[in-house]
């Protein structure tokens, strides 16, 4: 066993012990959520990126980043470098970014090119993953040429779909499919034409904290009239409800009387909208760490990308529909939304990066919850206890 196996081991143990109190099962008000040494440990971070990250379906990337046949990008997933590229029969997909050879890195930034070239002894690969050639293999000009056992040298693919603009990807292979983890929202969504959306702008965001604390903020409501004073001015918490969840699924949304101009306001909406979605937001996490929120006129895309136990990136990515994308005519509407993104943002950060702050102290492991607005974080922390430990709660 290695040094670091143990030290993982070792957290997941501590770890589980310390959720083994009934906090994850008694009602919220006598519940609690995880425990600090989820938010501040690096091995518990190493231990996550293992399981979390490689056990589920994970974003990986947008579809329109790779819009041309041998367009790739490179990424990193569960700390494993990755690739993603669209091949010649116009499918995205994904695989370790690694040379089958002496295991450099293939690709290094976004580029096209209609073959994977490894630099170190220029072993290449086909889009869809195969070993084309190896120069010299045999001795000098004496090239590979019949191939043998080349199914050995093969790039190693990786589960990866594509839904709408955004590729998930499943590196150990065991997740349930796809389609199953989003069927729990599908109703709510049909409603909506996707194929109207378009990508106009990404937001990015350093933030001091772990990125659990990032997405437990996204989907809980209740901070809303405290943090957000002129979110709430327009939607006040009695127009606001619990957030539920379904497995993987975690839910939230509201109805509004009216709304502020940064949502359903001077954008063209969604074609053939029914009423009960005129006035109506919803927001949804899929576990672990890819959020979106749908508007009558809008999809925002919300990423926390783990790089360290207390540092977290942020992508947020906007959608509008149709010419609300683009159009001049809607130029000061969209940068309205930008700028309201950006406002709300920061409004978060500052919470956020308290609350990593205050799971350094002992006076803290879990948390007192609302009974209310808080079963959503013994959820998410039920997922993140089924897969660190591998088995079903
Ligand atoms: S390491 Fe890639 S060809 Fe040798
Ligand atoms: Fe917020």
């Known amino acids: 066993m290695t040094r670091l196996a143990a030290a993982q081991q070792q957290v997941r143990k501590d770890f589980l012990q310390q959720v083994q109190d009934g906090r994850l099962e008694k009602p919220a008000a006598e519940g609690s959520a995880l425990p600090n040494l989820a938010y501040t440990c690096p091995d518990f971070f190493r231990l ?13 990337g947008f579809v329109h980043r790779l819009p041309a046949t041998g367009d790739m990008q490179p990424v990193e997933i569960a700390g494993q470098p990755v690739v993603l590229v669209r091949t010649g029969d116009d499918s995205i997909r994904a695989f370790h970014n690694v040379c089958r050879h002496r295991g450099a890195r293939l690709v290094n930034e976004c580029r096209n090119s209609g073959k994977f070239v490894c630099p170190n002894h220029s072993w290449s690969y086909s889009l869809d993953g195969r070993l084309l050639a190896r120069p010299h293999f045999h001795g000098g000009e004496k090239h590979d040429v019949n191939r043998v056992e080349c199914h050995r040298a093969d790039l190693v693919e990786i589960r990866c779909v594509s839904w709408h603009d955004w590729i998930f990807v499943n590196i150990g292979g065991g997740a349930d499919d796809f389609a199953s983890c989003v069927e729990p929202i599908s109703g709510q969504l049909e409603a909506y034409d996707f194929t109207t959306l378009r990508f106009t702008e990404a937001l990015e965001f350093e933030i001091e904290a772990n990125w659990k604390l990032a997405i437990e903020n996204f989907i809980e409501p209740y901070h809303v009239f405290s943090c957000h004073p002129w979110l709430n001015s327009f939607v006040g918490m009695d127009e606001r409800v619990a957030p539920t969840f379904d497995d993987k699924v975690l839910s939230c ?10 949502r359903a306001g001077a954008l063209p909406w969604f074609p053939d909208l029914p009423p009960e979605k005129q006035n109506r937001g919803d927001w949804f996490v899929l576990f672990p760490n890819f959020a979106f929120e749908i508007f009558p006129d809008q999809v925002d895309v919300f990423i926390a990308w783990p790089e360290a136990p207390d540092r977290c990136r942020e992508t947020i990515a906007l959608y509008f529909v149709g010419e609300g994308a683009t159009d001049e005519k809607y130029a000061t509407a969209r940068q309205h939304v930008i700028q309201n993104w950006i406002n709300l ?49």
Request: proline content about 4%.
């Open 48 to 60: 996550e990126q293992q399981t979390v990250f490689r056990d589920n379906w994970v974003f990986a």
């Open 253 to 262: 949304g509201y109805e509004f009387q009216t709304t502020d101009p940064a």
């Open 345 to 393: 943002n920061h409004e978060d950060i500052g919470v956020i990066e308290r609350m990593q702050s205050g799971r350094n102290s002992e006076g803290f492991d879990g948390g007192v919850l609302s009974p209310y607005w808080d079963p959503v974080l013994q959820q998410f922390a039920r997922l993140m206890t089924e897969s660190v430990s591998g088995e079903t709660l």
